[in-house]
């Protein structure tokens, strides 16, 4: 697919009108009999993002959201603030490197019920993050504060409280 094919944002708002409270895209055209206007445009996939089609091009909504707000399509991924792919509100929605948007996923919490902490067979506590060591810990508590803080200063505003 070339820069051509793509969607504009003037040819998105002759068939859409986008409400930033609710995060919707609105049909202002209807393109069938399941598609009328006044309808929240597009459908939710498997892995709860939202896909728009097109003139037979699907788009992830949150990427023609941003063209539709900005003019453009983002320089690199959207990441969503709160780790809601259908929320598709633009406060909820910032461009990331692959790297920021991993940082802000929801991780699996380890065993222990904490991200990045492991217990040892001694029974300390062992603190991981992205793939760095970060100290061995007498306790619990003491782990989780490490852990934390340790995130925050690693993931910066990516940062997300898995708690």
């Known amino acids: 697919m070339s820069k051509e094919d793509l969607i504009t944002q003037e040819q998105l708002k002759e068939l859409f009108n986008y409400n930033p409270e609710t995060g ?9 009999s399941n ?5 929240v445009a597009g459908t939710r996939r498997l892995d709860g993002y939202r896909v728009i089609r097109v003139n037979k091009i699907q788009y992830l909504e949150h990427r023609i959201i941003w063209l539709y707000v900005y003019g453009k399509f983002p320089e690199n991924l959207i990441d969503h ?36 902490i492991t217990e ?44």
Request: glycine share 8%; with cysteine.
């Open 81 to 116: 603030i709160d780790g809601n792919p259908c929320n598709n509100r633009i406060a909820n929605l910032r461009d990331a490197t692959n790297t920021q948007n991993v940082r802000s996923r929801n991780i699996r919490k380890a065993k222990s019920g904490y991200r990045g």
């Open 120 to 163: 040892m067979e001694n029974g300390k506590f062992r603190v991981r993050l992205v793939g760095k060591h970060v100290g061995i810990y007498e306790t619990l508590e003491e782990a989780i504060i490490v852990s934390e803080k340790s995130a925050k200063n690693i993931f910066g505003n990516f940062y997300r409280d898995l708690s």
């Open 35 to 39: 598609n009328k206007i006044g309808s």
């Open 24 to 32: 919707e895209l609105i049909r202002l055209v209807s393109t069938s």
